[in-house]
């Protein structure tokens, strides 16, 4: 019994560990889990929005996050959104219209990088209470996870999310350790 459960959790180790080939480094032209410093800055003002290769819009009163601008898909909704941890990429998301945006962007991804590890279908209810169906895909790597939403916060509107996953798990800690932290103070 005792070696059936052990190869049991050498088996689910291994899964959760397993290598994906094509688990990205970078996302168009982004390092996940480079340094906020290296990311070009963009040209001040609107002629950010008009940028030909990424480049870094810093919010001026977080630093946590940001827009990136010259993203080379021409079909997204304005520019991306880039988080920081400890002054490094955690986080990448752009959004598309819920039409054939949301398909080709599918396309792209499964193209580049396999086809998704999982896909589930979930409920989501519109503000007027309608519930609709929302395809889910999940591609996972010992360092990346890709998250794409078919709707992502609005019924129009569909989001792909990298997520560097070292630095996801940090924030987690560090979370929970704030929390115990503030929890002791009442």
């Not at 950010?48 to 290769?53: G, I, K």
Request: proline letters at 5%.
């Amino acid at each position: 019994m005792r070696t059936f459960i052990a190869a049991g959790l050498l088996v689910i180790s291994t899964l959760a560990n397993a290598q994906w080939a094509q688990e990205p480094a970078s996302v168009m032209g982004i390092e996940l889990g480079g340094r906020r410093d290296a990311i070009p800055r963009c040209p001040p003002g609107d002629a950010a929005r008009q940028a030909r290769t990424p480049c870094l819009k810093a919010d001026s009163a977080d630093r946590s996050i940001g827009t990136l601008w010259g993203l080379p898909l021409n079909f997204l909704l304005g520019g991306g959104r880039v988080s920081f941890i400890d002054g490094r990429v955690q986080l990448i998301a752009i959004a598309v219209d819920r039409d054939d945006s949301y398909r080709r962007l599918k396309a792209i991804l499964v193209e580049r990088y396999g086809e998704p590890h999982e896909v589930e279908v979930k409920s989501v209810v519109t503000n007027g209470g309608a519930v609709l169906d929302s395809e889910e895909s999940m591609w996972r790597g010992p360092k990346v996870l890709i998250l794409l939403s078919e709707r992502a916060g609005y019924t129009d509107q569909s989001r792909v999310a990298f997520s560097y996953r070292p630095l996801g798990q940090k924030k987690i800690e560090d979370d929970a350790k704030r929390d115990r932290s503030d929890a002791s103070k009442l």
